[in-house]
């Protein structure tokens, strides 16, 4: 590694993966740092894999708009290198009466976003469509799907080196310095610490985003950068239960929960499994609660009457990173070059919960016409 960069991206989960294959070029020197091991070991690879189609986020927020341009660049990606998905579809499943206006909300909501193909089901259709599934009625979208997220994550740091990306792991960012209009990026890695420069810093750093930005001297509080841990926990579905659902299924999502409520994923072996649920934590570790289980049992029986008890079992748990603390409203991912804090070339990227793996590759357009701006100045 030579000590100047023109660009430095923090974290190699999924979301500085995509960054790295999208700003790379010739003429840059990029670096990808990574505290761990390697890539993608922790959200990226703890979370239901699904290629959301962008239902659920308010109009003309960045969720919704790189949700949905994320969904067909993702599916284009995955076509042209042979990553690993289905594009199965899923339904919302109402189990009362009094949910179906929640569904016809919905509805309303994922046209107004641009969704393709979202269709109300009769409890008829319902039944014909996916027989083990008990409603009374239900909102299918058909752009839904699920995806290798290793692969697609492998495919995005091949691309990132082939364009002269330089990938460090083990190497973690450990003060951030403003320098003669650039910036002093310390890290530690085996060897000890050293410190090099950079023009532009991309923060991509997941859960860790807001230290990040506080390293560079952002009040994280004062500027509602703060992150605030909300756990997701999955169980396996067994005993050959897994096979008798086609699609994804959710239900109707409750008001202030901090996910989509806890629904059915299929993996891309068809494994069924449960989840996530969510709840805030003060640290993050990611043992799953086995004592859960009666509650994950009891919030889709209604849904799949077929499921027993004893076919759960606790699998894996991942952690949201999210800016509205317990209670609050919805909030939108931040994407921003920091010019306005005195920072220029400094891009934050800080509450990227879900749908990040899905907007993973929109957010990298975004973010390179950021830097493009940032090289320009
Ligand atoms: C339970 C759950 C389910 C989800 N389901 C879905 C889904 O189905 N579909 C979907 O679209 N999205 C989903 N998401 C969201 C999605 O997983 C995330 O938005 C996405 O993985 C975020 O990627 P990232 O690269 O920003 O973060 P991360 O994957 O967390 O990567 C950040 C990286 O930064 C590194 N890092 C941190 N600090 C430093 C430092 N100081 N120096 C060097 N490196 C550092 C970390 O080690 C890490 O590797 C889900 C999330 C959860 C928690």
New binding site residues.
């Given amino acids: 590694m030579s000590y100047q960069a023109d660009i430095t991206i923090?974290?190699?989960?999924?979301?500085?993966?995509a960054i790295a294959s999208r700003v790379a070029s010739e003429d840059r020197e990029v670096y990808l740092?990574?505290?761990?091991e390697t890539?993608?070991?922790?959200?990226?690879?703890?979370?239901?894999?699904?290629?959301?189609a962008g239902i659920y986020y308010p109009e003309g927020s960045l969720k919704a708009k790189t949700?949905l341009e994320?969904n067909i660049l993702l599916y284009e990606l995955c076509q042209k290198y042979g990553i690993g998905h289905r594009k199965l579809g899923k339904i919302i499943v109402a189990t009362h009466d009094t949910e179906v206006d929640e569904l016809e909300i919905l509805l309303k909501r994922g046209e107004s976003n641009g969704v393709d193909g979202l269709k109300m089901l009769s409890q008829q259709e319902l039944g014909k469509l996916e027989p083990s599934v008990k409603g009374v009625a239900a909102l299918l979208s058909p752009s839904t799907g699920i995806i290798n997220?290793q692969a697609l994550m492998r495919y995005f740091l091949g691309s990132a080196i082939d364009n002269g990306v330089q990938v460090a792991y083990r190497?973690?960012?450990?003060g951030i310095d403003k320098a003669s209009g650039e910036y002093k990026v310390r890290?530690e890695d085996s060897g000890g610490s050293f410190s090099f420069m950079s023009t532009v810093i991309i923060n991509?750093?997941?859960?860790?985003?807001d230290?990040?930005a506080e390293m560079i001297g952002v009040n994280v509080a004062k500027v509602g950068y703060k992150l605030h841990y909300?756990?997701?926990e999955?169980f396996s579905v067994g005993n050959g239960k897994d096979k008798l659902v086609n699609r994804l299924v959710y239900p109707v999502p409750k008001t202030g929960e901090g996910?989509h409520g806890i629904h059915v994923?299929l993996d891309l072996d068809r494994r069924m499994r449960l989840?996530?649920n969510s709840h805030y934590v003060e640290k993050i570790d990611y043992l799953v609660d086995n004592s859960q289980k009666r509650a994950f049992y009891e919030s889709v029986v209604k849904i799949l009457p077929f499921i027993e008890y004893d076919d759960l079992e606790a699998e894996m748990?991942?952690?949201?990173?999210k800016l509205q603390a317990e209670g609050e409203d919805f909030k939108d991912f931040v994407i921003n070059h920091e010019c306005d804090k005195g920072l220029p070339g400094f891009i934050n990227?800080i509450g990227?919960?879900?749908?990040?793996?899905?907007?993973?590759p929109a957010i990298a357009k975004y973010v390179s016409n950021l830097v493009n701006e940032a090289l320009k100045n």
């Fill in positions: 923090i974290g190699a989960g999924v979301v500085g993966l740092l990574e505290k761990n890539f993608g070991q922790e959200t990226s690879s703890r979370n239901s894999e699904v290629i959301h949700c994320g997220s190497t973690k960012v450990v890290v991509c750093a997941g859960l860790y985003s230290e990040v909300c756990k997701g999955y996910g994923t989840g996530p748990a991942g952690i949201r990173p990227l990227i919960e879900s749908p990040g793996l899905t907007s993973a």
